[in-house]
């Protein structure tokens, strides 16, 4: 009996982990600061990447989903930050430098899609 109790606790326990709205997936994409999709290599960071400048940023939202392509803005309702931002990068999962490929997906992301602060700034 002891174990069917234990199971029970851990598998309610777990669906309330799963009820929890702070996990969410988010898609990413290079992107300009209106929202219109770039060739991922302006967001590429390292040394021999394109290094894109000061115009491009990585959007993402859990409402992006993969196969957007370049030059379509994308949907209303997600956040950026500086594609060179290696805060921002950790903070999603994703490589500190590097290229990040168009329409790459995280999932259980900690936190919701376009409510980022300092990522409105600039623009």
Known sequence: MSLTSTFLLLAAGGTAACDNDDYVDEGFYCADANGVIVDEDNCDDDDGGGGGGSGFFIWHSAGYRSGYPVGQK???????F???????????GLPSSGRISNGTVKTSVVGKGG?????????
């Open 82 to 92: 500086a594609y060179n931002d290696a805060a921002s990068r950790a903070k999603f």
């Open 74 to 80: 994308l949907p209303s309702g997600g956040s950026k």
């Open 115 to 123: 409510s980022g602060s300092s990522s409105r700034s600039g623009g």
